[in-house]
Every structure is written in C-alpha cells, then in structure tokens.
C-alpha cells in the first residue's frame, strides 16, 4: 500500500520545504524504501519538468480547459471544486501503481493562507478523506520567532498557521518548527494545546549555518520521526 506524505510551509517563505522533502526522502531511502518526490507549485508557470514530477497551477488550469474544448466534461459547467481538485488529485496519483513505490511525498509550494494554493490544500484535504489516515500524512513546516525584547520565542505565528489549515479542514500530523534553537518541553507542550496535536509530533528544526548540508536535518529527523512513525504505525 502506496503512502503519502504531504509538506506545507506556513507563517512565512522560504522556510525550507524543498530540504525538509529532501531529508525526509533520504530518511526514507536510507530504509530500503521506494520514494517518489512530486512538487505542486501554485503559480501560473509552465514549466519544463516531467508531468508526472511536478506541476503548477498553469499546468493544471490549462489540462482542465483542453479537455473541456474536447467535449471531456461533456458540457458541465467547470469548476475549482471538482475539476480543478480532481485534476490534482490525478497528477498525485499518476503511474503510482507502475512504479510500484512505498512513499509519493508531495511539496506544496507557497505559504499557508495564499489564496492560490487553496485548490491544492483541497485536493489533498479529500485524498486524506478516500484514502484515511493510515494511507497520508500531513507535515506542515512552520516558523518560530525570537522576540529579542520580550528574550522569548513567539508562537502565536504558528497557531495562526495551523488555524488556517484546520479552516480548510487539514489537521497537521507533524509540525516542524524552524528556530534557532531547541524548543523546550514548555513551549512544545504550549504549541501541542492551541495546535491540536500531540507533543511526540511537535519537532524542532534547527537553523543550519549551510541549508546545503542537510545531515543535520536528516540525522535529526530520523531520530525523532522514527518514534513518531512508531507511534502512529504510518
């Protein structure tokens, strides 16, 4: 049984989704594992890459007009909800069974709350729905602030983010919190009450000096989300 993983970023750009996918890959590989890496960019770009890794918005906007001019709705009014939803839903399932993989993780490109990654946080919102929880997992990779003159890291941000999630009906699996440095028990415990989630998927992640070294990441990851694995029997 072929299982996803879906990332989200949240709170702000740039946090580093494409590591994360990376490390989690690596985590994955380093098991025996078959991964499939796919990135859904919700911008209206064509670009070059294989359709079957990775896709916008443009793509997907323009496949659902080719195939209404060609009669494929046979003349129902076209919609974001469900055409646009299942067009995804059919790149992220696309050749799973050819490939006969263990893992499709998926990168959600954007930032929580962007009004044009809403169709993608759909699709997978109803994916979670046919496929259940034991089939796909939600990551959503978020940011903790340093306050330097309160000297205390902030997360309200965060809660705002996963809020936002939780409006589009998707509840985090995994939370990873960029800082700077280790989350205390207090703060995870504090994140875990107003974030719906367990404090086992509360999971720091740890500046780097150079994101290019993911070793950090991946040894850190691997220890923690193997327990989480463990706990959830994902």
Known sequence: MIKFIFITGGVVSSLGKESITEAYTSLLRARGLKVIVKTLDPYFNLKSESKNISTTSGQIFENVMKKERQGGYLGE?????????????????????????????????????DMEGFPFLEAIRQLRNELGRKQVMFIHLTFIPFLSAASEYKTKPTQHSVKELLKLGIQP?????????????????????????????VISVVDVKDIDKRAHWVVKLDKEVKSYFEWVDF
Do not use: A
């Open 173 to 201: 699996d995994v939370l990873l919190c960029r800082c700077d440095k280790n989350l205390t028990d207090e703060q995870k415990k504090k994140i875990s009450l107003f974030c719906n989630i367990s404090e086992l998927s």
């Open 77 to 113: 009014t076209v919609q974001i909800i469900p055409h646009i939803t299942n067009e995804i839903k059919d790149f992220i399932l696309k050749n799973k069974e050819e490939d006969e993989c263990d893992y499709i993780i998926c990168e959600i490109g954007g930032t929580v709350g």
